[in-house]
């Protein structure tokens, strides 16, 4: 869907009628005749305006990464605290989402345009909305709006229940966005008002992904529900056990999870059923995947999967087929193994780690576990920066990855460093195409009724 303005002016006149749909918790977005209003719909533009990039979570960027010879372009301090990747939004700004819900968005000379002061105990994880409206819900029960041209929150609406710090909310095509809390989804218009809500059997323990006219929630068994708005949610499938960081959604409607430390899994969410694309014979799949369209194929599987792997004694980016057959597995990381009192090898353990990030061409922009950040090229050469950017501390260091402006993404560190990292050379812009089906919301929004205000 194209992005458009859309300037709604009344004369006060009332649209009288419902639908005759049992939406019950469905609601209309809400109008004030008094005033004209413009609504800015469409897909969430920029190059990363929720975790993951998309509402699939491919991790697909839609610009190209680094080339050649990385560098540092600039790296601040931002004195705030941080637990979630930056967001890139339309007017070129990264928007840095602090533990206490104030926002910093800084132009990509690292100049610091604009910061909304909130200060509220805890946030979770923020989406950006196709108007710029940075969500995400406090530890309080309510779900905050900010804008950069306002020091004021745009809105501040009351949903109550727990924050979920692990299921990003997901930004939809007319505006609005989906909310997780522990126990329930809910749907908001462009200015806060409820639209939507449904109570869920398990917690969401990932990122929202969108899929035709459902929201789908993996939970914290493993469990795929989905979710059209006005309806109960649906059991889909199930990965069996617990996903590691996140899913992402393939064309063909297959999602793509590690689970158990070793197996890239994959969800069929037409057929229920579930198969494992790859093993980790030797070490660790680290999730969550980044996938993108390989060559064409008659598989029904036709999206090419990237991860890290981990072995006692060194980290790797690998790339896996649509058959589950490595591409390429390129070293970006060494260790010293460690030993047991006894000589003897202790269990590999999964430390704290960031997904990866493609683009159209494969190339891959990488976090390794000991902090290093690099680029694997197309071609299969690794590059990384010569100096460790976060600093470690109880967490990683490395909170996420952000594609920001042709042949650049950001590093967003924990302790409040943020880093826009540049190649050798900057390519023109090849734009990923949009994944279909991302968040329509002709399917994806419930049913209004013929109303106009409240």
Known sequence: MKRAAIALVTLGVAIGGALTAPLHDAEAQRIDPRRPRVLVVGAPPGASPMQRIDARRTGLSKTTLP??????????TTGLTIDQPALSGADGTLAVVSVRGDVSFLDDEGEERATVKVGVAQVGPAAMTSDGTVVYMTSGGDVIGVRRSSAQPRFLTRIGGERNVRAAPLALDDGGVVV???????????????????????????????????VLAVTTSGAVLGWTPGREPVRLGSF???????????DGGTLLAVI????????????????TRSIATQGLYLGPPAIRSG???????????????????R??????????????????AAFTPAALPDGGAPPLVAPPHTGPIVDARGAIAFAATDGRVGVVGPEGAVDTIGEVLCAKGARSGVVGLTPFGNGAFAVTCDGGVVARITGASVERSRPAPQPPGSADPSRLRPAPRDSVGD
Not at 240 to 250: H, N, V
Not at 260 to 275: K, M, P
Not at 297 to 313: E, F, H, M
Request: charged share 20%; glycine share 12%; proline share 6%.
């Open 295 to 313: 060559r064409a194929t008659a598989q029904a599987r036709a999206s090419v999967a990237t991860l890290l792997a981990l072995t006692p004694s």
């Open 180 to 214: 997780a809390t522990t126990t329930d989804l809910v749907v908001l218009d462009s200015e806060g008002n409820v639209r939507a809500r449904v109570s869920l059997p398990e917690m969401p323990a990932a990122p929202l992904i969108a899929a035709g006219d459902k």
């Open 260 to 275: 158990e430390g070793n197996h890239l899994a994959e969800v069929d969410i037409t057929r229920g059923g579930r198969s």
């Open 240 to 250: 069996g056990a617990p996903i590691d960081g996140g899913a992402a959604l393939a």
């Open 67 to 76: 080339s050649g010879t990385l560098r540092v372009a600039w790296q601040k």
């Open 315 to 332: 980290g790797f980016v690998v790339t896996l087929d649509p058959g589950g057959q490595e591409l390429f597995r390129a070293p970006i």
